[in-house]
């Protein structure tokens, strides 16, 4: 208590302002989403709060936190959900807490402003995105969160437009297109990051079949929405190019084949270091993924697999280290980045890190881009190690399948991928969450088929089959290729795995891992640690995980029947700590194949939620059940063999990326209902469930090209239903 002697009316004013200056955070109400630079700096003085994506301006997702810990954890439980509403997609978003609000983002760039407390709805944001822009992103509708800032709330929607909220209302302040061309397919899924007076996003769409998509970021006024900058990841294929550093790296591609210059899409991480005044973002592979396309020789493609340093006031060129030169296994270089200090070689280092898809752990200096520490966290093949003198990899025979299709470790999926990881300066631990599993690369062009675009489809030269390698399907469409009992399996049994792994970025070692998920891709979440000695991640399967931070013992495990694949966050409101995230299937998952048996939306359907957890909190709600329907009599079949064929194709090339046959996040199109088979080119050629994320094709196929689809799903469909009534004989 503070004791007040009055003295005299000043005193008495004096003192109260002290009073109220100490209670503020109580009794003096913040405006909403009141977050600046200063507040940001000192944001471990504000445990309740989660300011941005990973909380503070290092990225951490790590909360100073401690009253949910590792002796009470145990009667963690539900406190409220809110559903996110249709469509049923991936949830990639970590909710900000700023003063007892929540503020998150979902599907297309929809924002939410939520009571955290209880969890109602306050406002909700529609980013009104193009429709046709769901046909962009190669891995689902998703959305990776919003920045808060000074009374606004800034989101990128799938279109690529970038929006400032109010965050009092819910109201647009302003929207800015960040698409240089809506001819090509870009699209922004991630984060927006505040540096400075601007706010910075990124795209991808390289990885989707069009000439000429160069990744970028740009920046916008924070302010006003006027454009600031632009740093182009990749040089102009020909002409005069748009900033000076790109006559560098032009000189590090060849120069045939310029409609083959693409790619270094910076589709998630970005960090900003307000001291040094450098916005940090790492970039894509090129496109397309097989190089030898462009020519023989080995070149380094700048600025693809970097991770770049720029201005935050100019985007001017600070410096790059590029992890993969001449990239042809999908090692894009975007995984969130964590700053902080680290002692190397008994000096402070103020470094930047980052778990790359490559399979290394890298640490640089921030300042000058120096590599400090580049070891491999998971399992590689590709590359026996970096070569610290000249930061590159040392290439191992595995890396070369243009010679024979290669089984390469790790796979496209990356050993991390855009799930946040963790870092907790308490343990001085990095909590990874880890893929450990290969696909095989296969050159087509040496296999007798033919590399080029195709659009609509991935930029695939090489190709990338996995553990559902479809050789037949994969050779009418491309040529014969060697059957996957040819290829050597290095670990059997551990084909595909995934791990939470504790780093430790000084000594460069895994100290504690569990086995999460196997046998399927399950996409287990990104974690968040606390200073209450505890890990949390998601997992695909529903359930949320709590370890020992230090030693990684289990103290939790809470069923959801929901998949989580977003990292949680947590916060303080009236007295109470809560953790929360946001759950559903999808991202990558939307093009590889059915929902894994393993994933909760297998058994449960993927409803879209963000679920809060508290001491003495109940049992999660599960989804309802989900239940897939039999096949029913299709349509009668009237077709030509030839007609199938090119149905075939064109249903691999134009709707495989996002249709699988079995329950999957998009309907089965052998089970459509007679309604959408007699509606069927309404929908597939004029939009008719564009809203929901199914856009138009008639820019791409004609009725002729729609017909054949059809009548292939036909054939399809009375497949499955033959043989489901063979079953049932
Ligand atoms: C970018 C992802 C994406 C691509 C590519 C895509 N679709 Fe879809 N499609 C969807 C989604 C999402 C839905 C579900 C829409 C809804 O819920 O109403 C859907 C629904 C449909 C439906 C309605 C199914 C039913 O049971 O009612 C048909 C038919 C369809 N798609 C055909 C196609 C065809 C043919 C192609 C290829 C030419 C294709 N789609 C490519 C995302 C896609």
Same mark, same amino acid.
């Given at each position: 208590?503070?004791?007040?002697?009055?003295?005299?009316?000043?005193?008495?004013?004096?003192?109260?302002?002290? %009073?109220?200056?100490?209670?503020? #955070?109580?009794?003096?109400?913040?405006?909403?989403?009141?977050?600046?630079?200063?507040?940001?700096?000192?944001?471990?003085? +504000?445990?309740?709060?989660?300011?941005?994506?990973?909380?503070?301006?290092?990225?951490?997702?790590?909360?100073?936190?401690?009253?949910?810990?590792?002796?009470?954890?145990?009667?963690?439980?539900?406190?409220?959900?809110?559903?996110?509403?249709?469509?049923?997609?991936?949830?990639?978003?970590?909710?900000?807490?700023?003063?007892?609000?929540?503020?998150?983002?979902?599907?297309?760039?929809?924002?939410?402003?939520?009571?955290?407390?209880?969890?109602?709805?306050?406002?909700?944001?529609?980013? +009104?995105?193009?429709?046709?822009?769901?046909?962009?992103?190669?891995?689902?509708?998703?959305?990776?969160?919003?920045?808060?800032? =000074?009374?606004?709330?800034?989101?990128?929607?799938?279109?690529?437009?970038?929006?400032?909220?109010?965050?009092?209302?819910?109201?647009?302040?302003?929207?800015?297109?960040?698409?240089?061309?809506?001819?090509?397919?870009?699209?922004?899924?991630?984060?927006?990051?505040?540096?400075?007076?601007?706010?910075?996003?990124? *795209?991808?769409?390289?990885?989707?079949?069009?000439?000429?998509?160069?990744?970028?970021?740009?920046?916008?006024?924070?302010?006003?929405?006027?454009?600031?900058?632009?740093?182009?990841?990749?040089?102009?294929?020909?002409?005069?190019?748009?900033?000076?550093?790109?006559?560098?790296?032009? =000189?590090?591609? !060849?120069?045939?084949?310029?409609?083959?210059?693409?790619?270094?899409?910076?589709?998630?991480?970005?960090?900003?270091?307000?001291?040094?005044?450098?916005?940090? %973002?790492?970039?894509?592979?090129?496109?397309?993924?097989? $190089?030898?396309?462009?020519?023989?020789?080995?070149?380094?493609?700048?600025?693809?697999?970097?991770?770049?340093?720029?201005?935050?006031?100019?985007?001017?060129?600070?410096?790059?280290?590029?992890?993969?030169?001449?990239?042809?296994?999908?090692?894009?270089?975007?995984?969130?980045?964590?700053?902080?200090? $680290?002692?190397? +070689?008994?000096?402070?280092?103020?470094?930047?890190?980052?778990?790359?898809?490559?399979?290394?752990?890298?640490?640089?200096?921030?300042?000058?881009?120096? $590599?400090?520490?580049?070891?491999?966290?998971?399992?590689? *093949?590709?590359?026996?190690?970096?070569?610290?003198?000249?930061?590159? #990899?040392?290439?191992?025979?595995?890396?070369?399948?243009?010679?024979?299709?290669?089984?390469?470790?790790?796979?496209?999926?990356?050993?991390?991928?855009?799930?946040?990881?963790?870092?907790?300066?308490?343990?001085?631990?990095?909590?990874?969450?880890?893929? /450990?599993?290969? *696909?095989?690369?296969?050159?087509?062009? *040496?296999?007798?088929?033919?590399?080029?675009?195709?659009?609509?489809?991935?930029?695939?030269?090489?190709?990338? #089959? /996995?553990?559902?390698?479809?050789?037949?399907?994969?050779?009418?469409?491309?040529?014969?290729?060697?059957?996957?009992?040819?290829?050597?399996?290095?670990?059997?049994?551990?084909?595909?795995?995934?791990?939470?792994?504790?780093?430790?970025?000084?000594?460069?070692?895994?100290?504690?891992?569990? +086995?999460?998920?196997?046998?399927?891709?399950?996409?287990?979440?990104?974690?968040?640690?606390?200073?209450?000695?505890?890990?949390?991640?998601?997992?695909?399967?529903?359930?949320?995980?709590?370890?020992?931070? !230090?030693?990684?013992?289990?103290?939790?495990?809470? #069923?959801?029947?929901?998949?989580?694949?977003?990292?949680?966050?947590?916060?303080?409101?009236?007295?109470?700590?809560?953790?929360?995230?946001?759950?559903?299937?999808?991202?990558?998952?939307?093009?590889?194949?059915?929902?894994?048996?393993?994933?909760?939306?297998?058994?449960?359907?993927?409803?879209?939620?963000?679920?809060?957890?508290? $001491?003495?909190?109940?049992?999660?709600?599960?989804?309802?059940?989900?239940?897939?329907?039999?096949?029913?009599?299709?349509?009668?079949?009237?077709?030509?063999?030839?007609?199938?064929?090119?149905?075939?194709?064109?249903?691999?090339?134009?709707?495989?990326?996002?249709?699988? %046959?079995?329950?999957?996040?998009?309907?089965?199109?052998? =089970?459509?209902?007679?309604?959408?088979?007699?509606?069927?080119? !309404?929908?597939?050629?004029?939009?008719?469930?564009?809203?929901?994320?199914?856009?138009?094709?008639?820019?791409?196929?004609?009725?002729? !090209?729609?017909?054949?689809?059809?009548?292939?799903?036909?054939?399809?469909?009375?497949?499955?239903?033959?043989?489901?009534?063979?079953?049932?004989?």
């Amino acid at each position: 208590m503070h004791s007040i002697r009055i003295v005299s009316g000043r005193a008495v004013f004096s003192a109260l302002a002290v %009073f109220f200056s100490l209670a503020a #955070p109580v009794f003096a109400a913040r405006p909403p989403a009141d977050v600046d630079s200063a507040r940001l700096a000192a944001a471990a003085r +504000e445990p309740s709060n989660w300011f941005t994506g990973g909380r503070d301006g290092n990225g951490t997702y790590h909360s100073p936190l401690s009253r949910i810990n590792e002796k009470n954890v145990d009667s963690l439980g539900f406190a409220w959900e809110y559903d996110l509403g249709a469509p049923k997609r991936g949830q990639e978003a970590t909710p900000i807490v700023v003063d007892g609000v929540m503020y998150t983002s979902g599907t297309w760039g929809f924002v939410y402003a939520l009571d955290a407390a209880t969890g109602k709805l306050l406002w909700k944001y529609d980013p +009104e995105a193009t429709q046709q822009a769901a046909r962009n992103p190669c891995c689902d509708l998703v959305n990776r969160g919003v920045a808060v800032w =000074k009374g606004r709330v800034y989101v990128a929607s799938i279109d690529g437009r970038l929006h400032a909220i109010d965050a009092a209302t819910g109201k647009r302040v302003w929207v800015a297109d960040t698409v240089v061309d809506h001819a090509l397919p870009y699209t922004s899924t991630g984060a927006p990051l505040i540096a400075g007076k601007v706010v910075v996003i990124g *795209n991808g769409g390289s990885d989707i079949g069009k000439t000429g998509v160069r990744g970028y970021i740009s920046a916008w006024d924070l302010e006003t929405g006027r454009f600031a900058w632009r740093f182009y990841a990749v040089p102009a294929a020909t002409g005069p190019q748009e900033h000076p550093d790109l006559e560098a790296a032009a =000189k590090t591609w !060849d120069p045939r084949k310029p409609e083959f210059h693409g790619g270094g899409s910076p589709w998630d991480g970005l960090a900003y270091d307000p001291a040094l005044d450098l916005v940090y %973002f790492g970039t894509g592979n090129a496109a397309p993924y097989d $190089l030898t396309q462009i020519g023989p020789t080995q070149f380094d493609a700048l600025y693809t697999a970097s991770i770049v340093a720029v201005k935050g006031s100019t985007g001017q060129y600070a410096w790059h280290y590029q992890t993969v030169p001449h990239d042809e296994w999908d090692f894009d270089t975007v995984q969130k980045f964590v700053l902080a200090e $680290l002692p190397v +070689e008994g000096k402070t280092r103020q470094v930047i890190m980052q778990a790359s898809k490559n399979g290394f752990f890298y640490v640089l200096d921030r300042r000058t881009g120096e $590599l400090l520490g580049a070891k491999n966290y998971t399992y590689v *093949n590709w590359a026996s190690g970096i070569d610290m003198k000249t930061g590159r #990899p040392v290439l191992t025979e595995t890396a070369n399948w243009h010679i024979a299709p290669k089984n390469v470790y790790p796979s496209w999926a990356g050993g991390h991928t855009w799930m946040p990881m963790s870092w907790s300066a308490r343990t001085g631990l990095m909590y990874i969450p880890v893929i /450990d599993a290969s *696909n095989v690369w296969v050159d087509i062009a *040496n296999n007798g088929g033919q590399v080029k675009y195709i659009d609509g489809f991935f930029t695939v030269g090489g190709i990338m #089959p /996995d553990t559902a390698y479809d050789a037949a399907g994969l050779a009418r469409l491309y040529g014969a290729l060697p059957p996957l009992a040819d290829l050597s399996r290095e670990r059997d049994g551990h084909l595909v795995r995934e791990l939470i792994r504790a780093w430790d970025p000084v000594a460069q070692k895994v100290v504690w891992e569990h +086995e999460t998920s196997t046998g399927a891709r399950g996409y287990d979440g990104g974690t968040m640690s606390t200073a209450g000695n505890l890990v949390f991640q998601g997992r695909g399967n529903g359930e949320l995980w709590v370890y020992a931070a !230090d030693t990684g013992k289990v103290l939790k495990v809470i #069923p959801t029947g929901s998949h989580i694949m977003a990292a949680p966050s947590t916060f303080e409101v009236g007295g109470e700590q809560l953790v929360a995230v946001q759950a559903g299937y999808g991202g990558a998952g939307i093009t590889v194949g059915p929902t894994p048996a393993s994933s909760a939306a297998s058994r449960y359907q993927n409803v879209n939620r963000i679920i809060a957890f508290k $001491l003495g909190g109940g049992t999660v709600p599960l989804p309802a059940p989900l239940v897939v329907p039999p096949f029913t009599e299709p349509p009668a079949q009237t077709t030509t063999p030839g007609q199938l064929t090119k149905g075939e194709t064109l249903f691999v090339q134009e709707c495989s990326r996002c249709h699988q %046959f079995g329950p999957s996040i998009t309907p089965d199109l052998r =089970k459509m209902s007679p309604v959408s088979h007699a509606g069927f080119k !309404d929908i597939v050629l004029r939009g008719a469930l564009s809203g929901n994320g199914m856009g138009r094709f008639d820019d791409l196929l004609s009725e002729q !090209d729609a017909d054949a689809i059809h009548a292939y799903l036909i054939d399809e469909a009375w497949k499955g239903w033959n043989a489901q009534q063979q079953a049932a004989r």
